[in-house]
């Protein structure tokens, strides 16, 4: 069973920066393909950005050029960097592997 867990939501002013972190549970030896999606009230779940265990990048279209996905050496830990934050970001992050979800992050772009 895969565990994630995510840490670093909070509240930040637009225009504000804030960084999100998941350390997934699992062998080292496998560097493994990372997502992290966001789900607004109301909304459903939306793909936010992914790292593949290659190194390969790809964002939504809403966060790009804003945010920054990345990993921590070979270590199945990621980070989603959030810049230029708008009040529209405002969601619960989640990270995912595979089929597994960590329990997500509450993340207030408010002034």
């Known amino acids: 069973q895969v565990r994630l867990v995510e840490s670093g939501g909070g509240l930040v002013q637009p225009g504000g920066s804030l960084r999100l972190s998941c350390v997934a549970s699992?062998?080292?030896?496998?560097?493994?393909?990372l997502g992290w999606y966001r789900q607004a009230p109301g909304k459903q779940r939306e793909w936010v950005a992914t790292?593949?265990?290659?190194?390969?990048?790809s964002y939504a279209d809403s966060v790009k050029g804003r945010f920054t996905i990345s990993r921590e050496g070979r270590k199945n830990t990621v980070f989603l960097q959030m810049n230029s934050t708008k009040p529209e970001d405002t969601a619960v992050y989640y990270c995912?592997?595979?089929?597994?979800w960590g329990q997500g992050t509450q993340v207030t772009v408010s002034s």
């Open positions: 995912k592997r595979g089929t597994s």
């Open positions: 699992g062998s080292i030896n496998i560097i493994y393909t």
């Open positions: 790292i593949t265990g290659e190194g390969q990048i």
